[in-house]
């Protein structure tokens, strides 16, 4: 009974656990998706579909989940996340550049507040020197990444 097949209709209740089947008929094959779909992720892809969202032939790079044309773009409704499709390495660098440069900004900050710690208990003057520096070149860093994000 858990691997029932989907078949939706209006009012149609659906079980806690489905085996996914889709059938692409304009290109003539099948597609048998065989992760399980909770309740939950199956109601959220018919409310998509109800409401005027594409199921695509694509699937979720994380968990193979169908992917949904929403609002011109992409998303997997299990995992509930916007997804890019990549053509080429300049385009991921593009697209990659800005998630980098803020994971940058965010470890910079981290490794500051850090030596703000240690500088405060520093009692060596070379140790405070130290110190200092590391927290310049990393304020360097961080007036970097700020200028090439905009």
């Known amino acids: 009974m858990d691997d029932m097949p989907l ?18 008929t304009t290109r003539g094959w099948w597609i048998s998706v065989a992760e399980r779909a909770s309740a939950d992720d199956v109601r959220r892809m018919a409310d998509a579909l109800r409401s005027g ?18 609002s011109g773009e992409l998303r997997c409704l299990k995992c509930n996340k916007k997804v890019v499709k990549i053509k080429d390495d300049i385009e991921a660098a593009t697209i990659g550049t800005p998630y ?6 965010q470890s910079v900050i981290g490794k500051i507040e850090e030596l703000a710690d240690a500088l405060s208990k520093a009692t060596d003057i070379r140790e405070v020197k130290e110190i200092g520096e590391a927290i310049r070149s990393l304020i360097a860093i961080l007036s970097e990444s700020r200028e090439l994000q905009g």
Request: aromatic share 4%.
């Open 53 to 70: 969202g594409k199921m695509t032939t694509d699937t979720c790079p994380a968990c193979g989940s169908p992917l949904f044309q929403i």
């Open 100 to 105: 980098a440069l803020k994971q940058i900004d």
């Open 7 to 24: 078949r939706w209709r209006k009012g149609h209740r659906i079980s806690k656990h489905i085996r996914l089947n889709l059938r692409v």
